[in-house]
């Protein structure tokens, strides 16, 4: 976490192929482990392998204040024991907009694009997840907890939760004041 990325991290439309991170240390996993501030675009992750014995994402794990995620997309597939995403875990006044997610995600508390996004400046925006969405407990098809805006975002992949828990086909639970707009859900959702 000291040592977080900052920057602007622009992939020009390239792809990165097969990263497989695994991590037994009860630490996140991820493209970027944790960020502070920065902007991550115009990326496809494909075919990643990211399993994690705590916290999971495609992009970003962990992040501070006004990152900014924009058109990424992921494929393959994520595991964690806790909490994992497609595109990112646990930030605060986050931007996500124009991302897709088509990895399978299987954790605790699972969604398809965030995991855990707080702050009333957090705008996720223009976003799709084809990916199939597993959770012991809260699995979502766009975001499992959120506060701020979600807009333009559609679930394709197919959601379950067992032992009797939440699961929903775009927002799971709400830990503030939400604005939604033109949300929709396609795929079956079980809990």
Do not use: M
């Not at 597993?134 to 333009?152: D, E, K, P, Y």
Request: charged share 15%; glycine share 10%.
């Amino acid at each position: 976490a000291e040592k977080a990325f900052t920057g602007v991290y622009d992939g020009c439309g390239y792809s990165i192929k097969g990263v497989d991170y695994y991590n037994a240390e009860d630490a996140p996993s991820g493209l970027f482990r944790y960020s502070d501030g920065a902007t991550i675009k115009n990326l496809n992750l494909v075919d990643v392998a990211i399993n994690s014995t705590k916290y999971a994402a495609g992009v970003v794990c962990i992040g501070d204040d006004n990152i900014t995620i924009e058109n990424v997309t992921v494929s393959g597939s994520i595991n964690a024991t806790s909490y994992a995403a497609g595109i990112c875990h646990n930030l605060t006044n986050v931007t996500i907009k124009n991302c897709q997610n088509n990895a399978d995600i299987t954790a605790t508390r699972a969604a398809g694009i965030a995991s855990w996004i707080t702050g009333a400046n957090t705008v996720v925006d223009n976003v799709v997840n084809n990916g199939d969405i597993s959770a012991t407990w809260g699995a979502a098809g766009i975001v499992n907890r959120v506060q701020g805006t979600v807009s333009n975002a559609t679930n394709n992949g197919t959601i379950s939760s067992v032992e009797s828990e939440p699961a929903a086909g775009v927002v799971c639970i709400l830990t503030g004041a939400t604005t939604f707009e033109y949300c929709y859900n396609y795929g079956d959702v079980t809990s």
